[in-house]
């Protein structure tokens, strides 16, 4: 039966684990200029529904890589834009493709879109998740500290957005302690919540930043308004204000600590320009991290 990848929920851990280790495989083969055409023939139909450089990028290019094709699909220009049911394209994409990719708004539009197709269907954000983003930041993370046991991660900021949700079960199913710092009304999804109960204690939500970041190993920070939230831009930076990552909460966090930005970023924002510049080598590594994960989903996936 095809399997989709809908949300980090969807994985087990022992499959979490399997695709971090395909991917730093892959990850190591790309950088030695060995072949590794495993989707030889197959097409990727990536759907967007919002901006996007790093993903539409790191998927086109990772298709290639792996002997495939990518077709982008922008929703503007298909007739999902004119109103055309994601049932019906569904249906009529499984008869051409080998995969779908969407990024869009609405996470009953990826479950909808998943339930019609034959092939695989992979969330490349939603406003509740954004799965591949988790698992190339867990790749990048098990890099720079060797693994999960006994680490601590954070995340600051809209503790309720695509993100925090996706980070908050990564986190605890990887086996890492995971904060998440956020004002009171901004909590992650109740899904979230729910699935985190069973970690007891290695779980933490608390509207304190350095309670948040104490001790940390890896924080985490993104936007205060994501894509689908302009309206709320000046109001947000009034609630967010105070759920920065600066040199102050660094100075809490363990001496060693790294930083984790899904990007784009906001500088003077959600975190300081000192800090992001001090870190990017750690944030760039995320970002070229996204290609080596998402390769290795492709091939569990579609192969
Ligand atoms: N992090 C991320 O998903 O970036 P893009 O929006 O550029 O794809
Ligand atoms: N939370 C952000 C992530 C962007 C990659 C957004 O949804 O806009």
């Known amino acids: 039966m095809k399997k989709d990848f809908l949300k980090m929920q969807d994985l087990s851990k022992d499959e979490l684990f399997e695709i971090l280790d395909l991917a730093a495989d892959l990850k190591d083969k790309q950088h030695r200029g060995i072949p590794h055409k495993l989707l030889e023939g197959k097409t990727l139909g990536m759907i967007f529904e919002k901006s996007s450089t790093r993903t539409r990028v790191s998927f086109e290019t990772g298709i290639y890589q792996l002997g495939g094709t990518g077709l982008f699909l922008s929703s503007k220009e ?57 698992l190339a930041d867990l790749l990048t993370i098990k890099e720079h500290k060797g ?9 600051i ?25 956020t004002p009171a009304g901004y909590e ?21 930043v350095m309670e948040a970041a104490k001790d940390c190993d890896a924080l985490f ?52 320009d000192e800090v992001f510049e001090a870190h990017a080598d750690e944030i760039f590594d995320e970002a070229e991290n996204r290609l080596h994960a998402q390769k290795a989903v492709m091939v569990k996936l579609m192969k």
């Open 157 to 181: 900021g809209d503790g309720a957005n695509n993100m925090a949700n996706s980070l908050v079960v990564g986190g605890l199913m990887a086996g890492m302690d995971v904060a998440v710092a």
């Open 188 to 208: 992650p999804d109740p899904t979230v919540l729910k699935y985190a109960e069973q970690y007891g204690s290695k779980f933490t939500l608390t509207e304190s």
């Open 78 to 134: 298909t007739q999902l834009g004119r109103g055309e049911p994601i049932k019906d394209t569904a249906r009529v994409l499984s008869r051409y493709l080998d995969g779908i990719m969407i990024r869009t708004f609405g996470q009953e539009i990826v479950e909808e879109l998943a339930q019609y197709s034959s092939i695989p269907v992979i969330n490349a954000l939603t406003d509740y998740a954004h799965p591949c983003q988790i």
């Open 221 to 272: 920070t993104d936007v205060w308004s994501s894509m689908g939230m302009e309206a709320e831009i000046e109001e947000r930076k009034r609630i967010f204000k105070d759920y920065q990552i600066n040199s102050d909460v660094m100075a809490v966090a363990n001496k060693d600590a790294m930083v984790q930005h899904c990007l784009p970023a906001h500088r003077g924002e959600e975190i300081t």
């Open 147 to 155: 693994g999960f046991d006994g680490r601590k991660m954070c995340f």
